[in-house]
C-alpha cells in the first residue's frame, strides 16, 4: 500500500507539471520558489547504551576472538537458495565459520554432562569418606600457608564470579529498561511515518502552487513588453542607430562653433588693424620726443655722449612688427554658415533621436492583440493544472494508509503490554539464574567470614570452634549448590552463546557493513524468477537495477522515494515534464509579431541638405597660412617693457638734471602704451590664433566629414527601413527564450525538489534502523550476549571455586580425629588401645591434645 501511495504521488507530480519541459538554453533571470515545506522528524535511529557501552565493546572483542572470520556471504546465499552441500566443501566451509563457535559449545556441553557427574561421584566418594569425606585431618607443618593461600584463591574465585553475575543482572536489567522505554520509539516511528503521509501532500501543492511563480513572471514581463521586447530591439538597432545621431548632431554643433569663430575672426583682424595702426602712430611720437631730448646739449656732455648714442641708435625697435592690414576676410563665410544655420538641425535630429526612442511604445502598441493571446494561453495552463489535480484521488489512498498506520499503532499498543509481561517472565527468569549464583557467592563469603574470624590457630582439629566449623559447612553447601546449579546454568549460557552470537555476526555486524544487503541484492535469491527482488516487487520487471542497499542509503540521506525508489522506470518525469504542449503555442504566437519601425525618420532631406550647404561654405577656402604667419609675430619688434627698463636704467647712467628725468618720462610712456595698447593686442591676437586653428581643423576634410554623417544616417535609416526585421526576429527569439526559460527553470526545480525533497523517506530508514539496528541488535542481542558473558565467566570459574572451597572446608570443620604425639622433639607416634592406626579418639578420652602436623592430609 505504501509502494502505491509513493508511485500516486509521483504520478501526481509528474502529470500537474507536464507543461514544463527544458526544450531552450537561454540564461534566464533566477526566479526564487523558495523551499519545499517540510517538518523534522523526532526519530533519531541511533543508540547509544550508556556506561553497559563497555561491557558491549568487551563482548564484540571475545565473540572477535572466537569468531573472526568475515561475512560468509557466499554460504549465506545458497543457504537462502537451498544449495548448502550442493557443492563439495560447502559443509567444510561452514564448519570452518562456526569453528569457535562449536568449540565453545562443545566445551560447554562437557561441562554441563561432566559437571553433574563428577559432583554425584564425588558425593559417593565423600559417603564413603574418601575425597575429604573422612573427619581426620593429618597435621602439616605448613597448614597455615596452605590454608592462607585456599582461602585468597577461593576469595579472588567468588570475586570474579561477582563480577560476572553483576555483568549478567546489569545486562538483565538494561534489556528490561529498553523494552520499557521502546514504546517511546516505536510511537516516534509511527509519529514520524504520519508526518511522512501527511506532508507529502502538501509538499505536492506547494510544487503545483510555484506553477504560478513562473507564470507571474511571465505575464509581468508580457506586460513590460514595451521595456523588455522594444528595450531589447531599440538596443540592437542603437549599436547603428545611435551613432550616426551622435555624429549628425556633432557636427551642429560643429557648424555652431564654426560660425563663432568666424565672427571671432572677423572682429579680431578688425580691433587688431585699428589698434596697430594707433600703437604705430603712438610710437612714432615716442621716437619723435626721444629724438629731440637726445638732440638736447646735455648729451652733448662727455658723460652723457655715449649714453646718448646707444639709446639714440635703439630707437629703430620702436616699431610695430606685425601687419593684418593685408588678411583676407572672413565676410562671405560668415554670411553662407549663418544661412546654414536658419535651420535648426540640432532640433532634427532630436526629432531623430526622439523617433528612435518611441520604439518600446510602438512595440506595445503592435503587439497589443497577441499578448493577450499569450495570457489566455498561460491562464489555460493554471486551469488544467488545477482541474487535473481535483481529479487525483491522492487524497483518498493517503486516507487510507493512515487508517491503516492507525490500526497498526494501535495493534501494537494494544499487544505492547503482552511484549511487556513476557518480558517481565524473561527477566524473572534471568534473576533466578542470576539469584542461583548469588545463592552459592554467599555461602562462599559466609564460609570465608566465619571460617577466617572463627578459626583459632591454637585449637585441634577436633577441638575447633562452633563458628570456624559453622564456615566449613558453608562452604561444602556452596559446592553442593554448585553442583547442582552449575549444568543449569550452562545450559543456558550455551544456548544463548550460540543463538546471540550468531545473530551479532550473520546480522548485526553484516547489517552495519551493508554486507547483508549485499547478500540480499544477490541475483535470484529470493526468487529464482527474478534477477532483482525488488524490482520485481515494485516494477513487475525483475531487470531493473534496483537494490535494497541503494534505496537504504538514499533513505538514510533521506532522499525523496522517486530517487530512492528508482521510481523513473515505473514513471518517468522527464516525459510528463514536457512543456511543448503549451509553449509551442506560446512560441508560434510570440514568433508572429510583427513590428514597423517605417515611422521613424531619424534625419529628414532638409537636415542632410542643411549638411551639405555647410560643407559648401568655403571654410577651406581661408588662407589660414597667412592669418598664422601674422598671429605668430609678435606686436612690436622689441618688448616694450624690457624697452623702458632700459632706457630708465641708462638714464640712471647720466647726471642728475633735466635730461635724466626727461628720459624717465619717455620710459613711463612707453610703458603706458604697452599696458592700454599692447595688452589688449595680444590678446586679440590670442583669440584670433584659437579661432583659426578652429577653423582649419573644422574645414579639414569637411566635405569628406558631412558625406560620412549622411551616409552614416542613411545606413541606419535604411537599417530602420529594411532590415529591422532581422533584428526584430532575433530578438523576439530571445524574448520568447526569456519567457519558456521561467518555465525551465520551473522544470529543473521540480525535478531537484521531487528527487530530493518530495516525500524524504528517512522515516522508512529509520524504521529499518529502529527494528534491526536498535531493537534486535543493540536491546536484544547486546543484552542478550552479555548477559550469557557474565553468566558464562560466572560458571566457569565456579571449578575452581568448587576445589578451593572444598580444599578450605578442611581447616575450618571441626574433625572426629587427630594425629597425636608424645614427644615433641622427637615426634614418636603413640599407638593406644583406645585408637586405631595410632588415632586418639577425643570422646573416649574427653581431653584436648596439642596439633602437631606430620605429613600431606588424604582426601
Known amino acids: 500500500m505504501a509502494v502505491e501511495l509513493c508511485l500516486l504521488l509521483l504520478l501526481f507530480c509528474g502529470s500537474t507539471i507536464s507543461e514544463v519541459q527544458p526544450i531552450y538554453k537561454p540564461p534566464p533571470g533566477t526566479l526564487d520558489f523558495g523551499f519545499v515545506p517540510s517538518k523534522t522528524y523526532d526519530t533519531g535511529a541511533y543508540h547509544e547504551p550508556g556506561s553497559i557501552g563497555i561491557l558491549f565493546k568487551i563482548v564484540h572483542a571475545f565473540l572477535y576472538l572466537v569468531q573472526p572470520n568475515s561475512f560468509p556471504q557466499d554460504l549465506i546465499r545458497k543457504v537462502a537458495q537451498q544449495q548448502?552441500?550442493?557443492?563439495?566443501?560447502?559443509?567444510?566451509?561452514?564448519?570452518?565459520?562456526?569453528?569457535?563457535?562449536?568449540?565453545?559449545?562443545?566445551?560447554?556441553?562437557?561441562?554441563?554432562?561432566?559437571?553433574?557427574?563428577?559432583?554425584?561421584?564425588?558425593?559417593?566418594?565423600?559417603?564413603?569418606?574418601?575425597?575429604?569425606?573422612?573427619?581426620?585431618?593429618?597435621?602439616?607443618?605448613?597448614?597455615?600457608?596452605?590454608?592462607?593461600?585456599?582461602?585468597?584463591?577461593?576469595?579472588?574465585?567468588?570475586?570474579?564470579?561477582?563480577?560476572?553475575?553483576?555483568?549478567?543482572?546489569?545486562?538483565?536489567?538494561?534489556?528490561?529498561?529498553?523494552?520499557?522505554?521502546?514504546?517511546?520509539?516505536?510511537?516516534?516511528?509511527?509519529?514520524?511515518?504520519?508526518?511522512?503521509?501527511?506532508?507529502?501532500?502538501?509538499?505536492?501543492?506547494?510544487?503545483?502552487?510555484?506553477?504560478?511563480?513562473?507564470?507571474?513572471?511571465?505575464?509581468?514581463?508580457?506586460?513590460?513588453?514595451?521595456?523588455?521586447?522594444?528595450?531589447?530591439?531599440?538596443?540592437?538597432?542603437?549599436?547603428?542607430?545611435?551613432?550616426?545621431?551622435?555624429?549628425?548632431?556633432?557636427?551642429?554643433?560643429?557648424?555652431?562653433?564654426?560660425?563663432?569663430?568666424?565672427?571671432?575672426?572677423?572682429?579680431?583682424?578688425?580691433?587688431?588693424?585699428?589698434?596697430?595702426?594707433?600703437?604705430?602712430?603712438?610710437?612714432?611720437?615716442?621716437?619723435?620726443?626721444?629724438?629731440?631730448?637726445?638732440?638736447?646739449?646735455?648729451?652733448?656732455?662727455?658723460?652723457?655722449?655715449?649714453?646718448?648714442?646707444?639709446?639714440?641708435?635703439?630707437?629703430?625697435?620702436?616699431?610695430?612688427?606685425?601687419?593684418?592690414?593685408?588678411?583676407?576676410?572672413?565676410?562671405?563665410?560668415?554670411?553662407?554658415?549663418?544661412?546654414?544655420?536658419?535651420?535648426?538641425?540640432?532640433?532634427?535630429?532630436?526629432?531623430?533621436?526622439?523617433?528612435?526612442?518611441?520604439?518600446?511604445?510602438?512595440?506595445?502598441?503592435?503587439?497589443?492583440?497577441?499578448?493577450?493571446?499569450?495570457?489566455?494561453?498561460?491562464?489555460?495552463?493554471?486551469?488544467?493544472?488545477?482541474?487535473?489535480?481535483?481529479?487525483?484521488?491522492?487524497?483518498?489512498?493517503?486516507?487510507?494508509?493512515?487508517?491503516?498506520?492507525?490500526?497498526?499503532?494501535?495493534?501494537?499498543?494494544?499487544?505492547?503490554?503482552?511484549?511487556?509481561?513476557?518480558?517481565?517472565?524473561?527477566?524473572?527468569?534471568?534473576?533466578?539464574?542470576?539469584?542461583?549464583?548469588?545463592?552459592?557467592?554467599?555461602?562462599?563469603?559466609?564460609?570465608?567470614?566465619?571460617?577466617?574470624?572463627?578459626?583459632?590457630?591454637?585449637?585441634?582439629?577436633?577441638?575447633?570452634?562452633?563458628?570456624?566449623?559453622?564456615?566449613?559447612?558453608?562452604?561444602?553447601?556452596?559446592?553442593?549448590?554448585?553442583?547442582?546449579?552449575?549444568?543449569?546454568?550452562?545450559?543456558?549460557?550455551?544456548?544463548?552463546?550460540?543463538?546471540?552470537?550468531?545473530?551479532?555476526?550473520?546480522?548485526?555486524?553484516?547489517?552495519?557493513?551493508?554486507?547483508?544487503?549485499?547478500?540480499?541484492?544477490?541475483?535470484?535469491?529470493?526468487?529464482?524468477?527474478?534477477?532483482?527482488?525488488?524490482?520485481?516487487?515494485?516494477?513487475?520487471?525483475?531487470?531493473?537495477?534496483?537494490?535494497?542497499?541503494?534505496?537504504?542509503?538514499d533513505c538514510k540521506e533521506n532522499k525523496g522515494i522517486y530517487t530512492s525508489l528508482h521510481l523513473e522506470y515505473l514513471f518517468n518525469i522527464n516525459e510528463f515534464l514536457n512543456i511543448s504542449m503549451y509553449t509551442e503555442d506560446v512560441a508560434l504566437k510570440i514568433e508572429h509579431i510583427q513590428i514597423n519601425l517605417s515611422k521613424i525618420i531619424l534625419l529628414d532631406e532638409i537636415g542632410k541638405e542643411n549638411l551639405l550647404n555647410f560643407s559648401s561654405s568655403g571654410i577651406d577656402g581661408i588662407d589660414f597660412s597667412a592669418y598664422l604667419t601674422e598671429i605668430n609675430k609678435s606686436v612690436t619688434k622689441v618688448d616694450l617693457l624690457s624697452f623702458a627698463n632700459d632706457l630708465e636704467a641708462r638714464a640712471d647712467q647720466l647726471p642728475k638734471g633735466a635730461l635724466e628725468n626727461a628720459l624717465k618720462g619717455h620710459a613711463n610712456s612707453i610703458r603706458m602704451i604697452h599696458n592700454q595698447q599692447v595688452v589688449p593686442l595680444e590678446q586679440a591676437m590670442s583669440t584670433l590664433n584659437q579661432s583659426v586653428r578652429l577653423l582649419k581643423k573644422t574645414s579639414s576634410e569637411l566635405m569628406v566629414k558631412v558625406k560620412n554623417v549622411i551616409s552614416a544616417v542613411n545606413a541606419a535609416q535604411f537599417l530602420i527601413n529594411n532590415n529591422a526585421s532581422q533584428v526584430i526576429v532575433q530578438e523576439t527569439k530571445k524574448y520568447m527564450d526569456t519567457i519558456v526559460g521561467y518555465f525551465e527553470q520551473y522544470t529543473e526545480w521540480v525535478k531537484e525538489s521531487i528527487a530530493m525533497e518530495v516525500a524524504a523517506c528517512k522515516p522508512i530508514a529509520n524504521v529499518i534502523d529502529t527494528a534491526v539496528d536498535i531493537f534486535l541488535c543493540s536491546y536484544i542481542t547486546d543484552s542478550v550476549n552479555t548477559f550469557w558473558f557474565g553468566l558464562g565467566g560466572s560458571s566457569m570459574f565456579l571449578i575452581p571455586a568448587i576445589i578451593f572451597a572444598v580444599k578450605l572446608s578442611k581447616y575450618y570443620r571441626r574433625m572426629d580425629t587427630e594425629d597425636v604425639y608424645d614427644d615433641v622433639e622427637t615426634i614418636p607416634m603413640k599407638t593406644t588401645e583406645n585408637g586405631n592406626n595410632g588415632y586418639h579418639k577425643e570422646h573416649l578420652y574427653g581431653i584436648h591434645n596439642p596439633v602437631f602436623t606430620s605429613s600431606v592430609e588424604q582426601w
Open 84 to 553: 548448502l552441500g550442493k557443492t563439495q566443501g560447502d559443509y567444510q566451509k561452514a564448519i570452518y565459520y562456526e569453528i569457535g563457535f562449536i568449540v565453545s559449545a562443545a566445551l560447554g556441553l562437557l561441562f554441563i554432562l561432566l559437571l553433574p557427574l563428577v559432583g554425584l561421584c564425588f558425593c559417593m566418594c565423600r559417603c564413603c569418606d574418601n575425597c575429604g569425606g573422612e573427619m581426620h585431618q593429618r597435621q602439616k607443618k605448613n597448614a597455615d600457608c596452605q590454608r592462607s593461600c585456599f582461602a585468597t584463591f577461593l576469595f579472588v574465585a567468588s570475586l570474579i564470579i561477582s563480577v560476572g553475575v553483576l555483568c549478567a543482572y546489569a545486562a538483565n536489567q538494561h534489556l528490561t529498561n529498553q523494552v520499557r522505554g521502546a514504546k517511546k520509539l516505536v510511537n516516534s516511528n509511527f509519529k514520524d511515518l504520519k508526518i511522512f503521509l501527511n506532508d507529502t501532500p502538501a509538499q505536492i501543492d506547494y510544487l503545483v502552487s510555484q506553477y504560478n511563480t513562473a507564470k507571474d513572471k511571465a505575464l509581468s514581463d508580457l506586460n513590460n513588453v514595451g521595456p523588455v521586447l522594444g528595450t531589447r530591439v531599440q538596443e540592437q538597432l542603437g549599436k547603428e542607430v545611435r551613432p550616426a545621431l551622435d555624429a549628425a548632431l556633432t557636427m551642429a554643433g560643429a557648424i555652431r562653433e564654426t560660425k563663432e569663430a568666424l565672427e571671432n575672426v572677423s572682429v579680431s583682424v578688425e580691433v587688431l588693424q585699428e589698434g596697430t595702426e594707433r600703437l604705430r602712430a603712438n610710437l612714432t611720437d615716442v621716437k619723435t620726443h626721444l629724438s629731440n631730448t637726445l638732440n638736447d646739449s646735455a648729451c652733448n656732455a662727455a658723460q652723457a655722449a655715449s649714453t646718448c648714442n646707444i639709446i639714440r641708435n635703439s630707437l629703430s625697435q620702436l616699431n610695430v612688427n606685425a601687419n593684418f592690414s593685408g588678411l583676407p576676410g572672413v565676410s562671405s563665410q560668415l554670411a553662407k554658415v549663418n544661412d546654414v544655420l536658419k535651420i535648426d538641425l540640432s532640433s532634427l535630429v532630436q526629432k531623430g533621436y526622439a523617433a528612435f526612442n518611441d520604439t518600446p511604445d510602438l512595440v506595445v502598441n503592435q503587439t497589443r492583440n497577441i499578448l493577450s493571446d499569450i495570457k489566455s494561453v498561460l491562464e489555460s495552463i493554471g486551469s488544467n493544472i488545477t482541474t487535473f489535480t481535483k481529479a487525483l484521488p491522492v487524497q483518498k489512498i493517503l486516507d487510507d494508509l493512515m487508517v491503516y498506520l492507525t490500526q497498526s499503532e494501535a495493534y501494537v499498543q494494544d499487544y505492547f503490554p503482552l511484549v511487556e509481561q513476557y518480558d517481565f517472565y524473561r527477566w524473572l527468569g534471568c534473576l533466578i539464574l542470576c539469584c542461583m549464583v548469588v545463592l552459592i557467592l554467599v555461602f562462599y563469603y559466609l564460609g570465608l567470614l566465619c571460617g577466617t574470624c572463627g578459626y583459632d590457630k591454637h585449637a585441634s582439629p577436633t577441638t575447633r570452634g562452633c563458628i570456624s566449623n559453622t564456615g566449613g559447612n558453608f562452604l561444602m553447601a556452596g559446592v553442593g549448590f554448585s553442583f547442582l546449579f552449575s549444568w543449569v546454568l550452562m545450559t543456558v549460557v550455551v544456548l544463548t552463546f550460540v543463538t546471540g552470537g550468531n545473530v551479532e555476526k550473520l546480522v548485526c555486524e553484516p547489517f552495519e557493513d551493508k554486507n547483508l544487503f549485499k547478500v540480499l541484492d544477490t541475483p535470484y535469491l529470493l526468487n529464482q524468477q527474478w534477477k532483482n527482488y525488488l524490482a520485481g516487487i515494485l516494477f513487475k520487471n525483475p531487470n531493473v537495477n534496483l537494490t535494497f542497499e541503494k534505496v537504504y542509503s
